[in-house]
């Protein structure tokens, strides 16, 4: 996943949901069923984890411990997101759990409906508006629930449900609010935004050129005296119980290593875990991204920052995986000319890298999703965030491809090219291309686009503040759209016809000028830090491509479609755009980057908002998609030795939520 406001990045999964296309030689699983549930805006489906069973015993027992370590950490997440979603969802299922009524009442309906939001969302906000749901069901019915089970009436938590002014927005971005006490997560309290500022402002040393990721595993409070201070995440910490269990069971892992580099990354991550120190994430990170000789890898930490405001604080996240080393070719024929890349990008040279250092990208099969990154998930990856580590040491790229083609058998036959796409030819050229397109843009973002660039000495890895995470987003797109069409892609046989990234191109505009709005509650702004970035770029190109009339919204019989007329002209104006998004996070220029966000990336124009709601509505398309996990069972014989590790399909949605609280139920 990614952390945008440093440079990380996390390629989110939102427009291969909608778009049909075609994977040249992929062949579908027509036995497998890949949706499990549907409701709200939510589409929940299962991923298939092809190539398991040919792993080592090792290697499979290496994947169980990780997998178990991930789901360990769910409690954090749920904390994180608010500080009475754990006491909320115990209350919420002991009610899911007891009821006995008929299940076509319309009160259950709804309650039903809102448990499996709640699910969704790590707590009681929307994982992607950060809105706070709305229950269909009325408190009088909710409270005959508890009283009929003998469960207390806890006000508080009957307010976070009913309530609506009450903990509204889990991560506010509106600009001039105090952008903490108008969030309702739980990793501040007490604190305003410019105490929080003022804090770390003065623990920063402008002349340390290896400053640590302040404020990435703590919460930020007062003390008894009334002084601002950290709470920080470790054994012994904050989430103590929690994050010891994890390191018990990375221990575990540690004893089916693939070799001592896997080993000692395990060891530097528990060191971390254990004091809490940042130089240790650190340590931590530089062996990470040095280890490339295992199959099997993971992600597990205080990662990515949408979740703070401030874009500071980490939520917790773990992916476990193992390299799917045919697809990962690609990949890797990118990431061997990271250097070429970077020196014929179309930005001022002053802001590139001298030299480009530890590029590795690779397509994996992903095994588990947990935290941060489940049920939603990215599709891709590139870490670490920290910008130093990165010039020094180099970053990991990856592309979840089990992921995107669950995403891509999820879509077929779903009516939106017909509904959306201009003519048949256009069609036809999304079918064909748009499948490896897609994910060659998500190689390109994650790998080189995030991986490029410099900031100039003494400029402040924070100095973009809350609109951090969407230009850093803008940027890897931007490099990806402008690499996409260079010749290139052809020479190194990445693509097999000039015209391929044509496919990109349309669906990106048609996203970021129409589609993604059926995202957005009617008479709302842009709020999503990935949204808000696809926004900035087409309306940006749209509005500078008027002269020339590089793209257009055309109406016919009353829908408004989107025709590029000039693709050559667009790709000059994604490198213009890139160059100055770039400047701007070299020179660390707030004012500029605001402007930018704020101008093309934020309003919605609310007749064209509406006719795509409309539109959609027609096709019943679930705007978000998630996944449940696929269940792993240690095999052992007589003597209680491990003898396999069995993978299989079938948990329903409600099934796993309801023994991940059970069974991972690590904080109170």
Not at 39 to 62: H, S, W
Not at 423 to 437: C, G, H, P, V
Request: proline letters at 4%.
């Amino acid at each position: 996943m990614i952390k945008p406001i440093t440079a990380g990045a996390l390629a989110l999964a939102i427009t291969t949901t909608t778009m049909v296309g075609c994977k040249s030689g992929e062949q579908s699983t027509p036995d497998f069923d890949y949706t499990v549930d549907r409701f709200a805006d939510i589409e929940v489906l299962r991923y298939q984890v092809p190539g398991f069973e040919n792993l080592t015993l090792n290697q499979k027992l290496l994947i169980y411990y990780l997998t178990e370590a991930a789901i360990s950490g769910r409690d954090i997440l749920w904390d994180q997101n608010g500080k009475y979603n754990l006491a909320l969802r115990d209350m919420l299922e002991q009610v899911y759990e007891s009821y006995d009524g008929p299940k076509d009442d319309q009160q259950w309906q709804a309650f039903d409906k809102y448990v499996k939001q709640v699910w969704f969302g790590n707590g009681v906000h929307h994982h992607y508006s950060m809105d706070k749901f709305v229950p269909e069901f009325s408190r009088e019915w909710f409270e005959g629930q508890l009283s009929k089970n003998d469960m207390a009436k806890d006000e508080t938590l009957l307010r976070v449900i009913f309530d609506p002014t009450f903990m509204a927005k889990r991560v506010n971005q509106a600009e001039g609010a105090d952008l903490i006490v108008t969030s309702a997560n739980n990793l501040y309290e007490g604190v305003t935004q410019q105490e929080v500022e003022a804090y770390y402002n003065a623990r920063k040393d402008t002349t340390d050129l290896t400053p640590i990721s302040w404020g990435l595993n703590a919460r930020v409070t007062k003390d008894a005296d009334g002084n601002v201070v950290e709470q920080v995440y470790k054994v012994g910490g904050l989430y103590s119980d929690a994050i010891s269990r994890i390191v018990e069971l990375l221990n575990k892992a540690s004893e089916y290593a693939e070799n001592d580099g896997q080993r000692e990354v395990i060891k530097k991550l528990v060191d971390f875990y254990t004091t809490g120190d940042l130089k240790d994430f650190d340590d931590y990170s530089i062996a990470w991204v040095d280890e490339t000789d295992s199959q099997v890898d993971f992600i597990n930490g205080f990662i990515e920052s949408y979740g703070d405001p401030l874009g500071m604080t980490g939520a917790f996240e773990s992916i476990v995986n193992f390299k799917d080393i045919p697809a990962s070719k690609r990949t890797e024929t990118i990431s061997n000319n990271a250097e070429w890349f970077e020196q014929n990008s179309p930005v001022d040279p002053r802001f590139r890298k001298d030299k480009v250092k530890g590029v590795t990208a690779k397509v994996i099969t992903a095994a588990i999703l947990a935290g941060d990154s489940y049920p939603a998930t990215p599709i891709g990856i590139n870490l670490p965030n920290a910008n130093w580590i990165r010039a020094a040491h180099g970053s990991k790229s990856v592309t979840i491809e089990n992921i995107t083609k669950a995403y891509d058998e999820a879509s077929h036959g779903n009516g939106f090219n017909e509904e959306f796409v201009i003519d048949e030819e256009t069609s036809k050229l999304l079918d064909d291309y748009l499948f490896i397109t897609d994910n060659l843009h998500t190689d390109l973002h994650e790998c080189l686009g995030h991986a490029s660039g410099r900031l100039l000495p003494g400029v402040d890895p924070d100095a973009l503040k809350a609109h951090g995470s969407t230009l850093e987003e803008a940027r890897a797109d931007l490099f990806a759209l402008y690499y996409l069409a260079d010749p290139k892609l052809l020479e190194l046989g990445l693509l097999d016809n000039p015209d391929a990234y044509k496919a990109e191109y349309y669906k990106y505009m048609l996203n970021g000028l129409m589609t993604q709005l059926m995202r957005i509650e009617p008479g709302k702004d842009v709020e999503e830090a990935h949204m808000r970035n696809r926004k900035l770029i087409c309306e940006w190109v749209y509005e500078k491509g008027k002269p020339e009339n590089v793209v257009e919204l055309v109406e016919k019989d009353g829908k408004h479609y989107v025709k590029i007329n000039d693709y050559k002209r667009m790709r000059e104006l994604f490198g213009e755009l890139l160059g100055e998004i770039q400047r701007i996070k070299s020179e660390g220029d707030y004012e500029a980057g605001r402007d930018l966000v704020e101008t093309y990336g934020v309003k919605v124009d609310q007749n064209l908002h509406k006719e795509v709601l409309d539109r959609y509505a027609k096709l019943n398309i679930a705007p978000y998609k998630g996944f449940v996990n696929p269940v792993y069972t240690l095999v052992t014989d007589d003597n209680g030795n491990p003898v396999d590790v069995t993978i299989t399909y079938e948990e329903d949605y409600p099934t796993q939520m309801l023994r991940y609280s059970k069974q991972y139920k690590t904080l109170k």
